[in-house]
């Protein structure tokens, strides 16, 4: 028995709509097959690589957002305490290792069902939901990778906010 059936009756591909909105913003692209495309942008801390995927079962685009930061087996439980400690604070999306390749990678789905189309609006709010967090989080993941904090002491550097000027 099936208990979830779903149709797909779309008068077009959700990735037509990112592939428009990355036009649009001048963002280099790549669109590999029909339900997966690639951007890359650059960030105040890190290049990212951005991959946007249709997954068709389940009518959601998905959102991966990747950066060159290499986990190593040393600080691997401590990065992971840290992964687990931002998700805690993130309204919208996760943090994941992805272990086949040792990095740190953000997450997030748009769910489209019923045949529903991803709007511009929310195709720039899912990359600037990715981007933000990368961006807010990157030197806590740097902290604990390369100079060997704990991951509460890299969260709390990483998030300290200063106000005025000295």
């Known amino acids: 028995m099936n208990l979830l059936s779903l149709k797909e009756g779309r008068a077009e591909h959700p990735l037509d709509e990112v592939e428009r909105v990355a036009s649009a913003r001048a963002w280099v692209f790549e669109r590999f097959d029909d339900d997966e495309m690639s951007v890359s942008v650059t960030g105040r801390w890190a290049d990212y690589q951005v991959a946007f995927t249709w997954i068709a079962e389940v009518e959601a685009l998905h959102i991966a957002c990747a950066f060159d930061l290499k986990v190593t087996e040393p600080r691997r439980t401590e990065l992971l305490r840290l992964v687990s400690m931002i998700n805690e604070q993130l309204w919208l999306g996760h943090f994941d290792l992805w272990s086949s390749e040792h990095v740190v990678m953000y997450r997030h789905a748009l769910l489209l069902t019923g045949?529903?189309?991803?709007?511009?609006?929310?195709?720039?709010?899912?990359?600037?939901?990715?981007?933000?967090?990368?961006?807010?989080?990157?030197q806590a993941f740097q902290f604990v990778l390369w100079a060997g904090k704990s991951a509460r002491d890299a969260l709390d550097s990483a998030l300290f906010e200063t106000e005025g000027e000295a």
């Not at 045949?115 to 990157?138: I, V």
């Open 115 to 138: 045949g529903a189309l991803p709007r511009t609006e929310q195709c720039e709010m899912l990359m600037k939901a990715a981007l933000d967090a990368c961006e807010r989080h990157f």
